[in-house]
């Protein structure tokens, strides 16, 4: 076997801060027989791998490789995985959590129940950036809303079934996604308001499947909602996707209905609801509370291979390897609107 075969280039900061750099290892060994070995191809930049590189958050240990998101092939599969064959188009849902199953190297290890095969349709820089705005999402309306996901296989007691909701950050890579499960998870009468900068409202009302988008910035934000639901009551339900709501903002909220508001956690403070609004802070670690939680990338790659999930954002390529992936993060510090940064 050539030494270029057996190497892993890992693009790593060895310090809070520090630039990334690439060092040599060998390639991370399937070390359970669940596990696939990724050949990553693509790498989408997430919020958070810039506030752990830059910021230290999440219990960030150096040297770190980070990244949570990319798309690649099957190069090597454990003696039970069944789902995956070599040379499978996958994404998956990687995880800075050790260094051999984050995305920012060349080869990964993720156990099967993690990886999702991709669409022909589908470029690697398109699926990258799916998972884990896709899963956060799923924890943003399956614990911070407590609806019930007929996607996911699993059955859940799960009742709530909001007639109208705002999501606050429509153009995010999460408000993105949280807008199509709600279009996937509730019937078609049901409301769905988003709020974003103006230059992106055809986006989520036409391919994402809002019923209207508002100007994040309109001082009138809060009457306009309550105006695009039935006698002016406002809506049942908020998830701030952005961390973004303000004082105003829950004046969108039906004084007389379910008042409930789901913010992720962004890393900064938990935004105080006002007295009266069932407030619930989610973040993706929250994950395996979610019923049907296990099942969560297999309906990813169902709802891919259905057409039903898009892609939420266009994407942004900002280059390659270890250059594109210091320019991404970057650009990611200093604010993305409405694409998904993706480094191949
Ligand atoms: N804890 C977790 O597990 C977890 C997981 C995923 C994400 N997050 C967090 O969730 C947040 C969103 O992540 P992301 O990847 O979706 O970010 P992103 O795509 O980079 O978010 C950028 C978008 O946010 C919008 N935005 C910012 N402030 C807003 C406000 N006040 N009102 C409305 N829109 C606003 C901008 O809208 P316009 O350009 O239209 O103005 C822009 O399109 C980040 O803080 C991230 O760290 C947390």
Same mark, same amino acid.
């Given at each position: 076997?050539?030494?270029?075969?057996?190497?892993?280039?890992?693009?790593?900061?060895?310090?809070?801060?520090?630039?990334?750099?690439?060092?040599?290892?060998?390639?991370?060994?399937?070390?359970?027989?669940?596990? $696939?070995?990724?050949?990553?191809?693509?790498?989408?930049?997430?919020?958070?791998?810039?506030?752990? $590189?830059?910021?230290?958050?999440?219990?960030?240990?150096?040297?770190?490789?980070?990244?949570?998101?990319?798309?690649?092939?099957?190069?090597? $599969?454990?003696?039970?995985?069944?789902?995956?064959?070599?040379?499978?188009?996958?994404? *998956?849902?990687?995880?800075?959590?050790?260094?051999?199953?984050?995305?920012?190297?060349?080869?990964?290890?993720?156990?099967?129940?993690?990886?999702?095969?991709?669409?022909? *349709?589908?470029?690697?820089?398109?699926?990258?950036?799916?998972?884990?705005?896709?899963?956060?999402?799923?924890?943003?309306?399956?614990?911070?809303?407590?609806?019930?996901?007929?996607?996911?296989?699993?059955?859940?007691?799960?009742?709530?079934?909001?007639?109208?909701?705002?999501?606050?950050?429509?153009?995010?890579?999460?408000?993105?996604?949280?807008?199509?499960?709600?279009?996937?998870?509730?019937?078609?009468?049901?409301?769905? +308001?988003?709020?974003?900068?103006?230059?992106?409202?055809?986006?989520?009302?036409?391919?994402?499947?809002?019923?209207?988008?508002?100007?994040?910035?309109?001082?009138? +934000?809060?009457?306009?909602?309550?105006?695009?639901?039935?006698?002016?009551?406002?809506?049942?339900?908020?998830?701030?996707?952005?961390?973004?709501?303000?004082?105003?903002?829950?004046?969108?909220?039906?004084?007389?209905?379910?008042?409930?508001?789901?913010?992720?956690?962004?890393?900064?403070?938990?935004?105080? *609801?006002?007295?009266?609004?069932?407030?619930?802070?989610?973040?993706?670690?929250?994950?395996?509370?979610?019923?049907?939680?296990?099942?969560?990338?297999?309906? +990813?790659?169902?709802?891919?291979?259905?057409?039903?999930?898009?892609?939420?954002?266009? $994407?942004?390529?900002?280059?390659?390897?270890?250059?594109?992936?210091?320019?991404?993060?970057?650009?990611?510090?200093?604010?993305?609107?409405?694409?998904?940064?993706?480094?191949?």
């Amino acid at each position: 076997m050539s030494t270029q075969n057996t190497q892993n280039k890992q693009y790593a900061a060895l310090g809070q801060g520090q630039p990334l750099t690439t060092q040599t290892s060998a390639k991370p060994a399937l070390e359970a027989a669940d596990e $696939v070995l990724i050949r990553v191809r693509a790498v989408a930049i997430n919020p958070a791998d810039y506030k752990m $590189v830059g910021q230290g958050q999440r219990g960030t240990v150096w040297p770190l490789v980070p990244g949570l998101d990319g798309a690649g092939v099957v190069e090597a $599969v454990g003696a039970d995985v069944r789902r995956f064959a070599v040379g499978d188009r996958v994404l *998956a849902m990687f995880s800075p959590a050790a260094n051999r199953t984050a995305s920012y190297q060349t080869h990964a290890v993720l156990r099967e129940q993690k990886v999702a095969r991709i669409p022909d *349709a589908w470029s690697f820089e398109e699926a990258a950036g799916l998972a884990t705005c896709y899963m956060t999402a799923v924890v943003g309306l399956g614990l911070g809303l407590a609806m019930p996901l007929p996607f996911l296989t699993d059955s859940s007691p799960n009742t709530f079934q909001p007639s109208s909701v705002l999501v606050v950050g429509g153009s995010s890579a999460l408000g993105a996604a949280t807008l199509q499960l709600l279009r996937l998870a509730l019937p078609p009468s049901t409301i769905i +308001l988003a709020t974003s900068s103006p230059k992106h409202h055809s986006h989520l009302v036409s391919a994402l499947g809002a019923t209207a988008a508002l100007d994040r910035n309109s001082p009138e +934000l809060a009457a306009q909602a309550r105006a695009a639901c039935p006698g002016g009551r406002g809506v049942d339900a908020i998830v701030d996707a952005v961390g973004g709501a303000d004082a105003a903002v829950f004046d969108a909220l039906d004084p007389a209905g379910p008042r409930r508001y789901a913010q992720v956690w962004t890393g900064g403070a938990e935004i105080d *609801a006002p007295a009266g609004v069932d407030s619930v802070l989610f973040r993706g670690r929250d994950l395996p509370r979610v019923h049907g939680a296990a099942d969560l990338v297999t309906a +990813l790659q169902r709802l891919l291979e259905q057409g039903a999930y898009k892609l939420p954002l266009p $994407v942004s390529l900002v280059g390659h390897g270890v250059d594109g992936l210091q320019r991404g993060l970057e650009l990611m510090r200093r604010s993305v609107s409405g694409e998904k940064l993706v480094v191949t």
